[in-house]
Protein backbone atom coordinates (compact mmCIF):
# COMPACT_ATOMS: atom_id res chain seq x y z
CA UNK A 1 0.00 0.00 0.00
CA UNK A 2 1.36 3.54 -0.98
CA UNK A 3 1.76 6.03 1.58
CA UNK A 4 0.00 9.21 0.76
CA UNK A 5 2.58 11.47 2.55
CA UNK A 6 4.65 12.59 0.60
CA UNK A 7 9.01 12.64 1.26
CA UNK A 8 9.43 16.73 2.43
CA UNK A 9 6.21 15.91 4.74
CA UNK A 10 7.83 12.97 5.91
CA UNK A 11 11.65 14.53 6.53
CA UNK A 12 9.23 17.15 8.12
CA UNK A 13 8.12 15.06 10.59
CA UNK A 14 10.89 13.02 10.77
CA UNK A 15 12.74 15.97 11.88
CA UNK A 16 10.55 16.96 14.78
CA UNK A 17 10.33 13.31 15.98
CA UNK A 18 14.15 13.29 15.93
CA UNK A 19 14.18 16.30 18.60
CA UNK A 20 11.05 15.60 20.89
CA UNK A 21 8.83 18.26 19.51
CA UNK A 22 6.09 16.15 17.03
CA UNK A 23 2.62 16.35 17.83
CA UNK A 24 0.56 12.63 18.92
CA UNK A 25 -1.29 13.19 15.51
CA UNK A 26 1.91 13.45 13.47
CA UNK A 27 3.62 10.99 15.05
CA UNK A 28 0.59 8.51 14.36
CA UNK A 29 0.97 9.78 10.70
CA UNK A 30 4.71 9.69 10.96
CA UNK A 31 4.47 5.70 12.20
CA UNK A 32 1.86 4.61 9.36
CA UNK A 33 4.09 5.82 6.67
CA UNK A 34 7.12 3.45 8.89
CA UNK A 35 4.73 0.87 8.51
CA UNK A 36 4.22 1.33 4.68
CA UNK A 37 7.29 1.68 3.65
CA UNK A 38 10.97 -0.41 3.75
CA UNK A 39 12.78 2.50 3.03
CA UNK A 40 10.99 5.25 4.97
CA UNK A 41 11.52 2.52 8.53
CA UNK A 42 15.22 2.94 7.83
CA UNK A 43 15.13 6.35 8.11
CA UNK A 44 13.25 5.59 11.39
CA UNK A 45 15.22 3.50 12.69
CA UNK A 46 17.94 6.01 12.22
CA UNK A 47 16.27 8.85 13.59
CA UNK A 48 15.30 7.19 16.68
CA UNK A 49 18.48 5.75 17.74
CA UNK A 50 19.42 9.73 17.78
CA UNK A 51 16.28 10.90 19.46
CA UNK A 52 16.89 8.27 22.10
CA UNK A 53 20.26 10.10 23.05
CA UNK A 54 18.70 13.49 22.86
CA UNK A 55 16.22 12.12 25.47
CA UNK A 56 18.86 11.58 28.12
CA UNK A 57 19.66 14.60 30.15
CA UNK A 58 23.24 14.12 30.70
CA UNK A 59 24.17 12.93 26.35
CA UNK A 60 21.78 16.31 25.46
CA UNK A 61 24.11 18.68 28.25
CA UNK A 62 27.24 17.05 26.35
CA UNK A 63 25.69 17.06 22.93
CA UNK A 64 25.14 21.28 23.45
CA UNK A 65 28.89 21.37 24.61
CA UNK A 66 29.96 19.52 20.98
CA UNK A 67 27.42 22.03 19.70
CA UNK A 68 28.76 25.21 20.88
CA UNK A 69 32.36 24.21 20.25
CA UNK A 70 33.64 26.83 17.48
CA UNK A 71 36.00 24.30 15.52
CA UNK A 72 35.35 20.92 14.26
CA UNK A 73 37.55 18.50 16.37
CA UNK A 74 37.29 14.80 15.18
CA UNK A 75 39.93 13.05 17.06
CA UNK A 76 38.53 9.78 17.33
CA UNK A 77 37.54 7.86 14.17
CA UNK A 78 34.62 5.41 13.94
CA UNK A 79 33.85 2.09 11.86
CA UNK A 80 31.07 0.51 10.60
CA UNK A 81 31.87 -2.51 12.65
CA UNK A 82 31.11 -0.08 16.49
CA UNK A 83 34.80 -0.36 16.89
CA UNK A 84 36.88 2.53 18.25
CA UNK A 85 40.46 3.25 16.60
CA UNK A 86 42.64 5.07 15.94
CA UNK A 87 42.64 9.46 15.26
CA UNK A 88 41.19 9.66 11.83
CA UNK A 89 43.78 10.99 9.54
CA UNK A 90 43.96 14.28 9.14
CA UNK A 91 42.40 16.35 6.09
CA UNK A 92 44.39 16.29 3.02
CA UNK A 93 45.67 19.66 2.27
CA UNK A 94 45.69 21.23 -1.22
CA UNK A 95 49.67 22.04 -2.24
CA UNK A 96 48.24 23.80 -5.02
CA UNK A 97 48.68 27.14 -3.90
CA UNK A 98 47.70 28.71 -6.99
CA UNK A 99 43.82 26.90 -6.87
CA UNK A 100 44.13 28.19 -3.38
CA UNK A 101 44.48 31.67 -4.51
CA UNK A 102 41.85 31.16 -7.08
CA UNK A 103 39.23 29.70 -4.52
CA UNK A 104 39.29 33.05 -2.47
CA UNK A 105 40.26 35.09 -5.38
CA UNK A 106 36.36 36.63 -5.19
CA UNK A 107 36.53 36.73 -1.16
CA UNK A 108 39.87 38.66 -1.40
CA UNK A 109 38.18 41.15 -3.70
CA UNK A 110 35.17 41.76 -1.51
CA UNK A 111 37.62 42.17 1.60
CA UNK A 112 39.56 44.79 -0.43
CA UNK A 113 36.50 46.42 -1.61
CA UNK A 114 35.16 46.52 1.90
CA UNK A 115 38.52 48.17 3.28
CA UNK A 116 39.00 50.74 0.79
CA UNK A 117 35.55 51.87 1.86
CA UNK A 118 35.98 52.15 5.18
CA UNK A 119 39.36 53.66 4.38
CA UNK A 120 37.32 56.30 2.74
CA UNK A 121 34.84 56.68 5.42
CA UNK A 122 37.35 57.51 7.80
CA UNK A 123 38.68 60.05 5.48
CA UNK A 124 35.47 61.76 5.05
CA UNK A 125 34.89 61.55 8.92
CA UNK A 126 38.23 63.37 9.60
CA UNK A 127 37.36 65.96 7.14
CA UNK A 128 34.07 66.86 8.76
CA UNK A 129 33.49 68.60 11.41
CA UNK A 130 33.81 67.10 14.96
CA UNK A 131 30.13 65.53 15.65
CA UNK A 132 29.32 63.88 19.15
CA UNK A 133 31.01 60.54 19.29
CA UNK A 134 28.70 59.29 21.72
CA UNK A 135 25.72 59.29 19.89
CA UNK A 136 27.31 58.43 16.66
CA UNK A 137 28.42 54.86 18.27
CA UNK A 138 25.50 53.85 19.52
CA UNK A 139 23.66 54.40 16.40
CA UNK A 140 26.44 52.25 14.95
CA UNK A 141 25.71 49.79 17.48
CA UNK A 142 24.91 46.26 15.65
CA UNK A 143 21.26 44.76 15.98
CA UNK A 144 21.03 42.62 19.14
CA UNK A 145 19.93 38.84 17.87
CA UNK A 146 16.66 37.87 19.33
CA UNK A 147 17.78 34.51 20.81
CA UNK A 148 15.80 33.68 23.70
CA UNK A 149 18.30 33.43 26.60
CA UNK A 150 15.99 31.31 28.82
CA UNK A 151 17.21 27.56 28.46
CA UNK A 152 14.69 24.69 29.52
CA UNK A 153 15.92 22.28 32.15
CA UNK A 154 17.22 19.55 30.00
CA UNK A 155 16.07 16.80 32.09
CA UNK A 156 12.83 17.95 33.32
CA UNK A 157 10.83 16.65 29.36
CA UNK A 158 7.25 16.08 29.13
CA UNK A 159 6.38 12.36 28.26
CA UNK A 160 5.30 13.11 25.04
CA UNK A 161 9.22 14.30 24.57
CA UNK A 162 11.30 11.20 25.19
CA UNK A 163 11.21 8.79 22.88
CA UNK A 164 10.34 5.33 22.47
CA UNK A 165 9.88 5.68 26.11
CA UNK A 166 6.22 7.84 25.42
CA UNK A 167 5.36 4.13 24.31
CA UNK A 168 3.59 3.82 28.09
CA UNK A 169 1.37 6.88 27.71
CA UNK A 170 -1.91 5.27 26.34
CA UNK A 171 -2.24 3.80 30.03
CA UNK A 172 -0.13 6.38 31.39
CA UNK A 173 -2.09 9.31 30.68
CA UNK A 174 -5.20 7.60 32.77
CA UNK A 175 -3.23 5.87 35.21
CA UNK A 176 -1.16 9.25 36.56
CA UNK A 177 -3.67 11.64 35.51
CA UNK A 178 -5.79 12.20 39.30
CA UNK A 179 -3.79 13.71 41.96
CA UNK A 180 -2.37 11.48 44.56
CA UNK A 181 -3.94 11.61 47.67
CA UNK A 182 -4.43 8.99 51.05
CA UNK A 183 -5.78 5.65 50.29
CA UNK A 184 -7.69 4.11 53.22
CA UNK A 185 -8.51 0.64 51.65
CA UNK A 186 -4.70 0.14 50.37
CA UNK A 187 -1.70 0.21 52.31
CA UNK A 188 1.32 0.88 50.73
CA UNK A 189 4.76 -0.11 52.10
CA UNK A 190 8.38 0.12 50.48
CA UNK A 191 10.85 -1.78 53.58
CA UNK A 192 13.80 -1.47 51.44
CA UNK A 193 13.36 1.94 51.57
CA UNK A 194 12.95 4.98 49.05
CA UNK A 195 16.45 4.36 46.66
CA UNK A 196 17.57 1.56 45.18
CA UNK A 197 19.97 0.89 42.45
CA UNK A 198 18.85 -0.01 39.06
CA UNK A 199 19.66 -3.63 39.56
CA UNK A 200 18.32 -4.36 42.75
CA UNK A 201 14.11 -5.39 43.43
CA UNK A 202 12.10 -3.45 44.92
CA UNK A 203 10.25 -4.97 47.59
CA UNK A 204 6.58 -3.80 48.01
CA UNK A 205 4.40 -4.88 50.67
CA UNK A 206 0.30 -4.49 50.20
CA UNK A 207 -2.14 -4.57 53.39
CA UNK A 208 -5.67 -4.27 51.89
CA UNK A 209 -9.16 -4.24 53.93
CA UNK A 210 -11.36 -6.32 51.83
CA UNK A 211 -10.72 -9.22 48.92
CA UNK A 212 -9.42 -7.17 45.97
CA UNK A 213 -7.78 -7.38 42.79
CA UNK A 214 -4.28 -5.74 42.45
CA UNK A 215 -2.37 -3.90 39.61
CA UNK A 216 0.72 -1.85 40.33
CA UNK A 217 1.86 0.61 37.79
CA UNK A 218 5.12 2.77 37.25
CA UNK A 219 6.29 5.21 35.84
CA UNK A 220 9.84 6.04 35.17
CA UNK A 221 11.50 9.51 35.17
CA UNK A 222 11.12 9.40 30.92
CA UNK A 223 7.49 9.09 31.76
CA UNK A 224 7.51 4.64 30.61
CA UNK A 225 5.16 3.05 32.39
CA UNK A 226 4.94 -0.69 32.84
CA UNK A 227 3.15 -3.23 34.66
CA UNK A 228 4.68 -4.44 37.38
CA UNK A 229 1.82 -6.60 39.26
CA UNK A 230 0.70 -9.12 38.61
CA UNK A 231 3.19 -9.93 35.59
CA UNK A 232 1.32 -9.34 32.49
CA UNK A 233 1.14 -13.01 31.28
CA UNK A 234 0.09 -14.13 34.84
CA UNK A 235 -3.93 -14.08 35.04
CA UNK A 236 -4.88 -11.67 38.05
CA UNK A 237 -5.74 -13.29 41.14
CA UNK A 238 -7.79 -12.13 43.98
CA UNK A 239 -6.02 -11.39 47.13
CA UNK A 240 -7.34 -11.89 50.35
CA UNK A 241 -7.40 -9.51 52.75
CA UNK A 242 -4.17 -8.37 54.79
CA UNK A 243 -0.66 -7.83 53.78
CA UNK A 244 0.70 -9.50 50.30
CA UNK A 245 4.20 -8.91 49.28
CA UNK A 246 5.88 -8.41 45.44
CA UNK A 247 8.88 -7.36 44.08
CA UNK A 248 10.04 -5.78 40.57
CA UNK A 249 13.07 -4.81 39.42
CA UNK A 250 14.19 -1.22 40.05
CA UNK A 251 14.57 0.06 36.51
CA UNK A 252 14.12 -1.47 33.28
CA UNK A 253 16.49 -1.28 30.25
CA UNK A 254 14.55 1.48 28.43
CA UNK A 255 14.57 3.36 31.90
CA UNK A 256 17.34 6.14 31.04
CA UNK A 257 21.24 5.57 33.01
CA UNK A 258 20.57 8.46 34.40
CA UNK A 259 17.74 7.52 36.67
CA UNK A 260 15.81 9.45 38.38
CA UNK A 261 12.61 9.21 40.25
CA UNK A 262 10.00 6.36 39.69
CA UNK A 263 6.09 6.75 40.72
CA UNK A 264 4.88 3.25 41.87
CA UNK A 265 1.25 3.36 42.07
CA UNK A 266 -0.74 0.37 43.65
CA UNK A 267 -4.43 0.31 42.19
CA UNK A 268 -7.19 -1.87 44.17
CA UNK A 269 -10.07 -3.15 42.39
CA UNK A 270 -12.59 -4.62 44.89
CA UNK A 271 -15.55 -5.00 42.32
CA UNK A 272 -14.64 -8.27 41.56
CA UNK A 273 -17.47 -8.17 38.65
CA UNK A 274 -14.65 -5.81 37.06
CA UNK A 275 -12.17 -6.96 34.80
CA UNK A 276 -9.53 -4.39 35.12
CA UNK A 277 -7.27 -5.77 32.83
CA UNK A 278 -9.17 -4.98 29.90
CA UNK A 279 -10.71 -2.09 30.64
CA UNK A 280 -7.70 0.23 32.20
CA UNK A 281 -8.99 3.92 31.47
CA UNK A 282 -12.10 2.73 34.12
CA UNK A 283 -9.55 1.20 36.65
CA UNK A 284 -7.21 4.43 36.48
CA UNK A 285 -10.27 6.57 36.74
CA UNK A 286 -12.11 5.24 39.35
CA UNK A 287 -9.91 2.63 41.33
CA UNK A 288 -8.75 3.40 44.88
CA UNK A 289 -4.98 3.71 44.68
CA UNK A 290 -1.83 4.28 46.58
CA UNK A 291 1.20 5.91 45.72
CA UNK A 292 4.37 5.91 46.41
CA UNK A 293 7.93 7.18 44.78
CA UNK A 294 11.53 5.88 45.17
CA UNK A 295 14.34 7.03 43.23
CA UNK A 296 17.30 5.64 41.29
CA UNK A 297 21.01 7.02 41.04
CA UNK A 298 22.91 7.12 38.00
CA UNK A 299 24.31 3.47 36.48
CA UNK B 1 -5.58 -2.22 13.64
CA UNK B 2 -5.70 -5.70 15.97
CA UNK B 3 -2.27 -6.41 17.28
CA UNK B 4 -1.83 -9.64 15.14
CA UNK B 5 -2.19 -7.26 12.18
CA UNK B 6 -0.01 -4.70 13.64
CA UNK B 7 3.05 -7.56 14.31
CA UNK B 8 2.70 -9.06 10.73
CA UNK B 9 3.48 -5.70 9.57
CA UNK B 10 6.12 -4.60 11.82
CA UNK B 11 7.68 -7.78 11.33
CA UNK B 12 8.60 -7.38 8.41
CA UNK B 13 10.18 -3.69 9.08
CA UNK B 14 12.06 -5.19 12.15
CA UNK B 15 13.71 -7.79 9.82
CA UNK B 16 14.85 -5.61 7.33
CA UNK B 17 16.03 -3.48 10.50
CA UNK B 18 17.81 -5.99 12.05
CA UNK B 19 19.60 -7.09 8.87
CA UNK B 20 20.84 -3.69 8.08
CA UNK B 21 22.59 -3.87 11.30
CA UNK B 22 24.67 -7.02 10.46
CA UNK B 23 22.32 -9.52 12.31
CA UNK B 24 21.12 -10.57 8.59
CA UNK B 25 21.61 -14.82 10.06
CA UNK B 26 19.25 -14.48 13.07
CA UNK B 27 17.25 -11.20 11.74
CA UNK B 28 13.76 -13.23 11.78
CA UNK B 29 14.43 -14.86 15.06
CA UNK B 30 15.02 -10.93 16.21
CA UNK B 31 12.03 -9.74 14.90
CA UNK B 32 9.33 -12.45 16.55
CA UNK B 33 11.74 -12.36 20.17
CA UNK B 34 10.75 -8.55 19.68
CA UNK B 35 7.04 -8.89 18.70
CA UNK B 36 6.84 -11.86 21.72
CA UNK B 37 8.36 -9.00 23.80
CA UNK B 38 5.71 -6.56 23.08
CA UNK B 39 3.03 -9.10 23.31
CA UNK B 40 3.83 -10.34 27.13
CA UNK B 41 5.01 -6.62 28.75
CA UNK B 42 2.69 -3.99 26.51
CA UNK B 43 -0.56 -5.62 25.33
CA UNK B 44 -2.07 -2.18 27.11
CA UNK B 45 -0.46 -0.60 24.10
CA UNK B 46 -3.12 0.15 21.23
CA UNK B 47 -1.77 2.67 19.21
CA UNK B 48 0.67 2.67 16.55
CA UNK B 49 2.35 5.49 17.55
CA UNK B 50 3.77 4.03 20.24
CA UNK B 51 3.97 0.58 19.52
CA UNK B 52 6.46 1.53 16.66
CA UNK B 53 8.80 3.48 18.36
CA UNK B 54 8.74 0.74 21.43
CA UNK B 55 9.61 -1.92 18.61
CA UNK B 56 12.81 -0.58 17.28
CA UNK B 57 14.15 0.03 21.16
CA UNK B 58 13.48 -3.54 21.88
CA UNK B 59 14.85 -4.37 18.30
CA UNK B 60 17.93 -2.66 19.04
CA UNK B 61 18.13 -4.83 22.16
CA UNK B 62 17.81 -8.26 20.66
CA UNK B 63 20.54 -7.09 18.02
CA UNK B 64 22.81 -6.90 20.56
CA UNK B 65 21.95 -9.53 22.41
CA UNK B 66 22.26 -11.83 19.19
CA UNK B 67 26.09 -10.38 18.36
CA UNK B 68 26.66 -10.87 22.10
CA UNK B 69 25.70 -14.47 21.74
CA UNK B 70 27.96 -14.60 18.56
CA UNK B 71 30.56 -13.28 20.56
CA UNK B 72 30.25 -16.21 23.79
CA UNK B 73 30.27 -18.93 20.70
CA UNK B 74 27.05 -19.78 20.67
CA UNK B 75 26.61 -20.40 23.64
CA UNK B 76 23.02 -19.93 25.23
CA UNK B 77 23.01 -18.32 28.63
CA UNK B 78 20.05 -19.88 30.63
CA UNK B 79 17.10 -17.18 31.14
CA UNK B 80 17.19 -17.76 34.93
CA UNK B 81 20.58 -16.76 35.15
CA UNK B 82 20.48 -13.94 33.47
CA UNK B 83 16.99 -12.51 35.05
CA UNK B 84 19.26 -13.10 38.64
CA UNK B 85 22.16 -11.28 37.41
CA UNK B 86 20.77 -7.52 36.90
CA UNK B 87 24.14 -5.88 37.47
CA UNK B 88 24.75 -3.19 34.86
CA UNK B 89 25.47 -4.76 31.56
CA UNK B 90 29.31 -4.32 30.45
CA UNK B 91 28.60 -4.84 27.04
CA UNK B 92 25.10 -3.02 26.71
CA UNK B 93 27.55 0.08 28.39
CA UNK B 94 29.89 -0.52 25.58
CA UNK B 95 27.26 -0.72 22.75
CA UNK B 96 25.38 2.56 24.56
CA UNK B 97 29.14 4.03 24.15
CA UNK B 98 29.06 3.74 20.84
CA UNK B 99 26.33 4.83 19.81
CA UNK B 100 27.09 8.04 21.14
CA UNK B 101 30.38 8.58 20.07
CA UNK B 102 28.85 8.07 16.66
CA UNK B 103 26.67 10.89 17.11
CA UNK B 104 29.32 13.23 19.64
CA UNK B 105 31.35 12.16 16.04
CA UNK B 106 28.59 13.17 13.58
CA UNK B 107 27.60 16.64 15.44
CA UNK B 108 31.14 17.49 15.44
CA UNK B 109 31.17 16.92 11.42
CA UNK B 110 27.71 19.91 11.30
CA UNK B 111 28.63 23.45 9.62
CA UNK B 112 28.77 26.19 12.30
CA UNK B 113 24.89 26.85 10.79
CA UNK B 114 23.78 23.40 11.42
CA UNK B 115 25.27 23.25 14.30
CA UNK B 116 23.46 26.12 15.64
CA UNK B 117 20.28 25.18 14.39
CA UNK B 118 20.61 21.56 16.31
CA UNK B 119 21.88 23.51 19.75
CA UNK B 120 18.61 25.69 19.12
CA UNK B 121 16.63 22.98 18.78
CA UNK B 122 17.98 21.12 21.53
CA UNK B 123 17.10 24.19 24.02
CA UNK B 124 13.45 23.59 22.52
CA UNK B 125 13.28 27.33 20.56
CA UNK B 126 10.57 26.97 18.07
CA UNK B 127 11.30 27.03 13.90
CA UNK B 128 10.02 30.58 14.23
CA UNK B 129 12.17 31.77 16.88
CA UNK B 130 15.48 30.21 15.41
CA UNK B 131 14.99 31.81 12.11
CA UNK B 132 15.00 35.10 13.89
CA UNK B 133 18.50 33.94 15.58
CA UNK B 134 20.07 32.89 12.41
CA UNK B 135 18.70 35.64 10.41
CA UNK B 136 17.10 33.58 7.76
CA UNK B 137 13.44 33.85 6.29
CA UNK B 138 10.99 31.33 7.58
CA UNK B 139 11.21 29.22 3.87
CA UNK B 140 14.75 29.00 3.66
CA UNK B 141 15.04 27.68 7.54
CA UNK B 142 12.77 24.72 6.32
CA UNK B 143 15.24 24.05 3.87
CA UNK B 144 18.27 24.51 6.00
CA UNK B 145 16.13 22.05 8.69
CA UNK B 146 15.78 19.21 5.83
CA UNK B 147 19.38 20.02 4.98
CA UNK B 148 20.90 19.60 8.27
CA UNK B 149 19.18 16.25 9.41
CA UNK B 150 20.43 14.80 6.48
CA UNK B 151 24.15 15.60 6.92
CA UNK B 152 23.68 14.62 10.70
CA UNK B 153 21.76 11.42 9.54
CA UNK B 154 24.59 10.91 7.03
CA UNK B 155 27.63 11.65 9.27
CA UNK B 156 25.70 8.85 12.24
CA UNK B 157 25.51 6.31 9.38
CA UNK B 158 29.11 6.33 8.20
Known amino acids: MKSPMDDSEFAELLESYTFGDIAPTDQQRLTRAVLDSPERAGD ?12 DGRFRREALDILEEGTVVSDIGYSARGIIYAPMPPKAVSLDRRSRIGRYRWYAAGAA ?32 VAVTPTVPPLVSMSPADTPALAAGLALG ?18 PGGRSYASNVQVTVRVTLDVAARVYAI ?39 PSGGTFILRVFKVADLSRAAETDWRW ?16 R | MSFEEFAEQI ?11 GAAERAGDIAQETILVLWT ?59 RERLRHALRRLSSRCKELIRLRLLGHTTDEIAAALQTRLGAMYVLKHRCRERLMKEYSE
Do not use: W
Open chain 2, 11 to 21: RVRLVDYASSR
Open chain 1, 283 to 298: MAGNAEFAERTYTVPP
Open chain 1, 173 to 190: FVAFERPAREAHGVRLDL
Open chain 2, 41 to 99: KYAHLEREADLVPLSFSICAKKIHEARRFVARGGEEMPEHLEALDQRPDPYQALVDDEV
Open chain 1, 44 to 55: FAKAHEIREQFA
Open chain 1, 113 to 144: AAAAVLIAAYVAFRLDPPVDVASSQTAAAPPT
Open chain 1, 218 to 256: VRGPTGLIRQVYPVPTEEPRVLEPGPRTFAFAASEPFDP
